[in-house]
């Protein structure tokens, strides 16, 4: 059969099979993404925990190999317990707060409003704000000398003297929340208007029909749409909330005392001022499993979830 | 209808050559000059103008060179030379960094020695407060050296009209200044400043506090001097003046205490001579209002005060250490030197005498319209010190940088009056943390 033979001649080019030479080749297409993957984050991760062994200076990086030393100091160490109480209870609140004022804000902007277009463009303001001028700007309107707050608060006598928002505990602690809050709800804002826009009216024409109230229609039918972008939101603002940084370091430097040094801050005091790499790659290292571990739990509760709505 | 061109294999070669020469043109010609970098932490838009025209120059004795001016806060010297240290790319000559930090980074090596420059000045006209607190006696070199000889905490600025109208004593000692604080303070004008925030400001006032009652933080011997008495006579001292300061002013750094005195609202702050700029540009209506002493101390303290010496240094991976000793003695000539001081006149003075005393730093109207206050400033420099060498018995402190920039000092000041705690038991918590941070 001279007909069959060229072809399957031709699948056996090299010794290689059609489907080998398939298989090379997907991964050959791959090739690019594994190499990004290797380079920029497995690479980078490697060496950040390898660093994480080690006693270094941030300057030379050069230093002894000491194990897991790092990881003991950190344990024994007040300062981190401390950071790390600081983080929680920073994360959660900047959730709450974003979540509350972005999904509100979404349902007003998704209302039929006379200006909707300018309001929705203008309650994007804060967000495309750079922190640094976000951060003055506040601490000016915080100032107990000049601040407007203050101004205000003695204008109609509600104390006595200025407020000293950002220089006592736990004040500093809620206003940096309260700035968080403001900086970076629009961005909750925006993914949960996008997603009621994607809601059939048909879904609340029904339900109005049925006699169910605006409550029973927000519970009902708006949260159960906007869940799978909730739960995306939500990992990704805990995450960014857990790193932050240059708003924290700008607004308060962690002071007064500790109450508002979170560990991002710890991992910058370690690296810089002390020039220790190795206990502040112990401490990122620390924060990515607190974070993989929130992430695993998250996700497994919300594929729990989607396989029980798919049954 | 078409057209063909006909392409000999020569001229394609040939083309193609061109083309790559033409695009690595643009690295031959830098390969040819040198681009020096030039890193300050002096900020401002004058003072950036002026290295810049002084630079011009340079680059006019040394032709094939460009000068690119870089400016940092000090905070962020370290995160960015450890950066370009990694990336084989520090820049050739760095200005005005804390001369902790340069302790720190010459203990790990990375500095060049800059005996040189000093040498071709004139050791002898350098302050010898600076050169002492720069000089690496174990290796017999010096690092680093003060380009500017400041002080922002020594000077207390005070109103002359407010202590005049409340009759106060003055601020000749602890007492008088509690007692002129509480006189001066009224609605709408605070006694006094005193910045007590985790930064800078608030380390080095509260470690000018200590040393003026007579402690140290670290002993001469070693050990760690900060739970002593003097330290709590200091928190003491700092919780009564603290009664007519600002609610804000723990948080407050150098900004909110320069601009709330020069807007009129306290009778008195701790800061350099740039209240002087900023009072005449922004507040002239007080201008002559205003005067300034030596920061006080009690009686039996020791008369020292907290200095700044930014300093010159010359990172050891510079490429060329020659142009970049060039580019600093440039700077320090005198007519370059008195220009870059006279940009903001009485905020960076001089370290070296013969500038100091010399009739082309005296011709600026600034200066000359506060010539005794300015003379005052000078000799409170002439006194600093810095935790590197506390004392003239103290060997350098490597650790200086660290427990400067984890403010564990004004941490301890905050547990006090913050936190409730009693200064004895925050001066013990503080030598605690300082005694970890000095074994680390």
Redesign the interface.
Known sequence: MPALAAPMAGRRRGGWSLAARNAAFGYVLMLPSILFFLVLIAYPLLQTFWISLHRM?????QGEFVGLANYRALLESADFWGAFGQSLVWTVCCLALQMGLGIGFALVLNARLTFRPAARALVLFPYLLSTVVAVLVWQWL?????GYLNYLIEEYGLSD?????????PN?MISTILVAGWKHFPFVTIAVLARLQGIPPALYDAARIDGASAWSRFWDITLPQLRPVLAMVIILRTIWDFKEFDLIFMM???????STETLPLLIY?EV?????MGSGAAIAMVMLVIMVAFFWVYAGQYDREERARSR | MSIRVATTRRALLGGTGAALGLLAMPAIVRAQSRELIFWTTQRAPEQIAAYKAIFAGFEQQHPGTTVTVQSFLEEELLPKLAATLAAGTPPDLISHMPPEFVMQLNEQGLLQPVDDIIKAVGEGDFYENSLELLRDSRRGYYPGFAIVNSTTTGALWYRKDLVGEAGAAGYASWDAMLDTTRRTNRRGVFGTIYPFGKTSMGDKLLLQTIWRAGGYIINPDGTVGFNSPATVAAFEFIRDLLKYSPAGSANYAYTETVNGFVEGRAASAPYSGRVLINMQAQNPKLADAVSVVPFPMPAGGRDVFVGDFQSMVIPRAARDQELSKRMALTLLKTDNYVRFLHVTPSHNLPNLKSVAGSAEFAANPTIARYRPEVDTMIAATAKGRSLLKESREHATNTHAGAILGSRIMVEALQDVIIGGMSPQAAAARGADRIAGLMKA
Do not use: C, E, H, I
């Open positions: 200076s941030t300057l030379t990086r915080f100032n107990d000398m000049y003297g200025p407020v000293n928002w950002l220089g006592q505990s500093a308060t430097g962690g002071g007064p005392r500790s005091k810089f001022p002390k020039l220790s």
